[in-house]
C-alpha cells in the first residue's frame, strides 16, 4: 500500500529495521514500543536527522545487538537553510585551508562571533585528525538554519579512524587526537564509519535558540 506524508518542517519520518528493535533479550513489540518512548523524551530541537539516528542508535542497542541495524530519518527543511561545501587537499595545508573557508563562508552569513569560533575550533581538530590518520582528500560541508550550524567533514579512511568514548572513559585518552574538545564545545557530535569512508559531524546551537527555549 501506498501512502502520503506531509512533511512539514518540524515534522521527521524515521524507518528502521527490525535489528534496532529486535534482539533475542527483546521481543519485537517490546522494541517498537521502547523505541516510540524514546522518541517521545528527544525534544523537537534535538530531532535532526543525524543526530537522531545518532541518538537512537546509542539508545536501542547494546551488547546483545545481534543483527544488522539500518536507521533513515527524513525531515521537512526549513525554507532558510544554507549550504555550502568544499574538497581539501590531502595534506597538512587542509586544517588551515578548512579554518579559512568556514571564516568566510560563515561571516557572509552573518553567524554571530561566539558560534564561529567554536566552529573553527572543532572543524580545525576534525580536518586535522582525518589528515593524520586516513592520508585521503577530505570534504568539508556546512549547514546552517536559524536554530543550528552543523559542519560535516568526511574522509575515506575506514572504520576506527573515529571512536566516540563511552560514559566512564576519561575524555583526556579519546583516541589522544582532540576529540574531547569537540565534544566539549559542541551541541552534539557523532561519526558514521562507511565502506567508503567516516563522516564526523558535530552541531552547535545559535545563541538566539538557545535563548529561545529557555521559559520566560
Given amino acids: 500500500p501506498e501512502a502520503t506524508v506531509d512533511l ?3 515534522r521527521v519520518l524515521v524507518l528502521y529495521s527490525d535489528g534496532l528493535v529486535e534482539t533475542r533479550a527483546r521481543g519485537l513489540s517490546d522494541g517498537i514500543t521502547e523505541l516510540r518512548s524514546h522518541l517521545d523524551g528527544i525534544p523537537a530541537r534535538r530531532c535532526q536527522p543525524r543526530e537522531l539516528c545518532a541518538r537512537l542508535g546509542q539508545l536501542m542497542t547494546d551488547s546483545r545487538t545481534d543483527d544488522d541495524v539500518t536507521l533513515l530519518a527524513v525531515a521537512g527543511a526549513a525554507a532558510d537553510v544554507r549550504r555550502a561545501s568544499t574538497r581539501l ?3 597538512t595545508t587542509a586544517p588551515r585551508e578548512a579554518r579559512r573557508f ?8 552573518d553567524v554571530e562571533e561566539d558560534t564561529l569560533d567554536a566552529a573553527e575550533l572543532c572543524v580545525s581538530e576534525l580536518v586535522t ?8 582528500a ?10 543550528l550550524l552543523s559542519v560535516l567533514v568526511r574522509d575515506g579512511g575506514g572504520v576506527g579512524t573515529v571512536q566516540q568514548r563511552t560514559l566512564d572513559e576519561d575524555p583526556l585518552t579519546v583516541s589522544g587526537r582532540g576529540l574531547g574538545l569537540v565534544e566539549a564545545m559542541s551541541t552534539a557530535w557523532a561519526a558514521e564509519h562507511g565502506a567508503d569512508g567516516t563522516t564526523v ?3 552547535l546551537e545559535r545563541p538566539a535558540a538557545g535563548a529561545a527555549s529557555q521559559p520566560g
Wanted: zero cysteines; aromatic letters at 8%.
Fill in 201 to 203: 559531524w558535530f552541531e
Fill in 102 to 109: 568556514l571564516t568566510r563562508t560563515l561571516h557572509a552569513w
Fill in 138 to 147: 577530505v570534504e568539508l560541508a556546512v549547514r546552517l538554519d536559524a536554530d
Fill in 129 to 136: 585528525n582525518a589528515v593524520i590518520h586516513t592520508a585521503t
Fill in 8 to 10: 512539514a518542517h518540524g
Fill in 89 to 91: 587537499p590531502d595534506d
